[in-house]
């Protein structure tokens, strides 16, 4: 079975905080993925990667930042926390080809104060 | 608890009949699309998916229809049980970089 697992599930930090998400996965994965999910606005791509050392923004890439150093390891990063940025951040993992299929981690629910 | 559910269309079903989900989706490249469900408090888990090339894929008491002249994707749960109360939704992918567009997703309640 495929297994993506986040450091915490349960994240309470005070505004202008540095926060670190991290995210492994243990298939091999090439692609990896940052999401935040809020209500009524559904799944929001923050930041993905293909390959090590490569990142790419997605949608809502502000107040973010990625380090993909190992092929397992995708880690999220909040510079300076704000109160907006408290959400459910959600981490995928996927192939390169054959199945696009995105399998996710169970989430960390971030609050920020 | 969970909030991911709030403001969505919400299918409500009697425990032993079945349920149809439906997503209409975007773009007309896509060329898979996958299902998935989301229990209250955890991530979204994998139930099936479909290529292009098919109408129809089935899987243990779930099956997936995709109509492309319309742009529609469907989940039909049979036997529906409470274990099966989540958020569902739909997923797209045109095959470029991998990406997935998501669907708001349908809440799916099931009385007893």
């Known amino acids: 079975d495929v297994k993506v697992t986040q450091s915490s599930r349960y994240l309470v930090k005070r505004t202008g905080e540095k926060v670190f998400l991290e995210c492994v996965q243990d298939?091999?994965?090439?692609?990896m993925f940052w999401y935040r999910q809020d209500p009524g606005l559904g799944l929001r791509l923050i930041y993905f990667?293909?390959?090590?050392?490569?990142?790419e923004k997605g949608d809502i890439p502000e107040g973010y930042s990625v380090s993909r150093e190992k092929k397992e390891r995708f880690s999220l990063i909040l510079e300076s926390a704000s109160t907006n940025q408290t959400s459910m951040y959600l981490c995928?993992?996927?192939?390169?080809?054959?199945?696009?299929?995105?399998?996710f981690g169970p989430g960390t629910r971030l609050t920020v104060l | 608890g969970e909030s991911v559910g709030l403001h969505l269309p919400t299918l409500s079903v009697q425990e032993g009949d079945n349920s149809i989900i439906n997503c209409a989706y975007s773009?007309?490249?896509?060329?898979?699309f996958i299902w998935y469900k989301q229990e209250s408090g955890k991530g979204p888990q994998f139930i099936i998916d479909?290529?292009?090339?098919?109408d129809k894929r089935q899987g243990q008491r779930v099956t997936v229809l995709l109509n492309k002249t319309v742009k529609h994707l469907s989940l039909q749960i049979a036997a529906t049980q409470p274990g099966d109360s989540a958020v569902y939704f739909c997923?797209?992918?045109?095959?470029?970089?991998?990406?997935?567009?998501f669907g708001k997703g349908t809440k799916l309640s099931v009385k007893p």
């Open positions: 995928a993992s996927s192939r390169t080809s054959g199945s696009y299929t995105q399998y």
């Open positions: 298939m091999d994965h090439e692609n």
């Open positions: 990667s293909y390959d090590v050392k490569m990142k």
């Open positions: 773009n007309s490249a896509s060329d898979y």
């Open positions: 479909i290529r292009s090339n098919m």
């Open positions: 997923a797209e992918s045109d095959g470029s970089q991998g990406n997935l567009i």
